[in-house]
């Protein structure tokens, strides 16, 4: 295997940050796509590995972005087809859509340094079998999902039961274990995400939040490429470039 992956995104200020460190380390490439801004989308089967990222749109919202349509018939046919994805956020979303579930608003947005616990199940699985059985991550979505037909749930939170999930070599993340303190601060200058965290949370709401962040990312940072690099070696196959 070549060790390139094709990095879907919905908006420039939401690359794989931590995931792409961890991957560029490792001797990787990636292929970065924004879709948002009318890139084509290239076959998945030239990809050893396929990341989707997250987005200010809604996983449903093919009438203001019809690319989405195309989008998820592409992540059904490669996730049915065996291949590796890694959703976080709306890409967990778009994931889940994919495969026959649900999306659709919550009950409440959830935003904010908060826990994460994982399933029983978690514990057997290749990726998340080593992670803490808790630990905080950042939380910024007011989507959520069900369960996909044959999927196999890892992980909840208090205010949303599906967090994680795997089907077969798929695994969608809603958190966002990735963001650096800069990168959190970079989200509130979309005007879209700095509106919607101060109805949320009131005013000072972004410097609360980055505060949040650069508090738990010596913690989030590490688990964000360990996880990614479990990944990588048990489900993806690529081996380390930079080990001999």
Known sequence: MSGTLLVLQHIACEPPAAFEDELRDRGHELVRVELDEGDRLPDWRDFDATVVMGGPMGAYDEDAHPWLAEEKRAIRAAAHAGHPIWGVCLGAQL????????????????????????????????????????????????????????????????????????????????????????????????????????????????????AEVSEHADATLPLARDLFGHWLEQVVGVPDKTMG
Not at 124 to 129: A, K, R, S, T
Not at 175 to 185: G, N, R, Y
């Open 95 to 210: 994931l889940a859509g994919a495969l026959g579930a649900a999306v659709y608003p919550g009950s409440e947005a959830e935003v904010g340094l908060l826990a994460v616990e994982l399933t029983a199940a978690a514990a057997e699985d290749p990726v998340f079998g080593a992670a803490p059985a808790s630990f905080p991550t950042l939380q910024w979505h007011g989507d959520t999902f069900d369960l996909p037909p044959g999927a196999t749930l890892l992980a909840s939170s208090s205010a949303y039961r599906n967090q994680a999930f795997v089907f077969e070599r798929a695994y969608g993340l809603q958190f966002h274990l990735e963001v650096s303190p800069e990168l959190a601060t970079e989200w509130g200058e979309v005007p879209a995400y700095s509106t919607s965290l101060e109805a949320i949370r009131g005013p000072g709401a972004l410097d609360r939040l980055v």
